[in-house]
């Protein structure tokens, strides 16, 4: 539950979703589930020539079990705020 | 207005439902990519598809299967995108071949994968 409140924080930014079949999608974080499937848009996968698949597709949904990383702008992160929910989270359970 | 189950019912719900209808294209976990016209889902991700076509692509060679209806089981699902118009579709600098040119393509590019796999035995 803590990184689906921390994700819904990030709707409106733009964020890079690596897979575990390594394929890059860059876009717009545009909405995240509990299951942390992500929906993004105006996608542009990262080096495009290598995965010509996607180039008509520009709006996606991204099964959260397949998610390796997601690569968040430098600025989108307040640690303490993570590092303190965190901490509660952790005393919670 | 909707009977699909949502969490949450707004404008930014993440649910496939935005996708009905619509011209998509799956890639699953194999590698594999199916376009086709988006009919139905459930919470797994279990898709309908109809006019199912796999699109196969080896090296500037591909080629479109058609398929029909199908029905794909969401744990195979790795993701789902939206496509637009169809201009773009037909891949850039590839040549439309037969499923049996493909199949051979295929074929070849598996050959040449493994015997790169087994160079590290120094076999003469």
Redesign the interface.
Known sequence: QLFFSYFKDL?GREVTVE?K?D?A?RGTL?????YL???LEN?RVVDEDKY????????????G??VRYVQLPPDGVDIELLHDATRREARGG | MSNWPN?DDNL?????AS?LDRKI?I?L?D?R?FLGTFRSFDQY?NIVLEGTLE?I?VGNLFCDIPLGLYIIR??N??????????E??L??H?TCVSVAEIRKAQKEELKGSTTRKMDFLDFD
Do not use: W
């Open positions: 709707v897979l079949n394929l999608i545009h909405s995240v589930d509990q499937n992500i929906k996608t010509p698949h996607m180039r008509s597709v520009r709006n996606c949904f991204i099964r079990s397949v | 969490s930014f719900s993440s649910s496939l996708y294209l890639l976990r590698g990519e991700a699109r692509m969401g744990e699902v790795m993701l789902i995108g939206e496509r637009e118009s169809d773009k579709e891949p850039p590839m």
